[in-house]
Nanobody, 124 residues
């Protein structure tokens, strides 16, 4: 049974920073892609960033480039999303996801495993 557990969300003022963590347990994803998505009330789930676990290639949506960084710690089986210069429009529930086929896709439907989400609220 694969489990993804996110943490690190919270309330921060605009311009502040947060680091989200996603701990993966139950399976080793040596060739998987890990993604971060977010969803605001009334909106569809949106791709934020992805990383290939083995070769560490990274992908970002345009609105977070230069502000967010996705990374991983193999020893801890953990993926991170460092978020700097946060803006009110970044407010959402952030989800960690895993694609065992390693596609690095921006499509939520390509990810088989999902965490429960962590709330990020950015005040103006």
């Amino acid at each position: 049974q694969v489990q993804l557990v996110e943490s690190g969300g919270g309330l921060v003022q605009a311009g502040g920073s947060l680091r989200l963590s996603c701990v993966v347990s139950g399976r080793t994803f040596s060739s998987a892609a890990m993604g971060w998505f977010r969803q605001s009330p009334g909106k569809e789930r949106e791709f934020v960033a992805a990383l290939h676990w083995l070769i560490a290639n990274t992908y970002y949506t345009d609105s977070v480039k230069g502000r967010f960084t996705i990374s991983r710690d193999n020893a801890k089986n953990t993926v991170y999303l460092q978020m700097n210069n946060l803006k009110p429009e970044d407010t959402a529930v952030y989800y960690c996801a895993a694609d065992s086929y390693g596609r690095g896709s921006r499509a939520a439907g390509d990810y088989e495993y999902w965490g429960q989400g962590t709330q990020v609220t950015v005040s103006s």
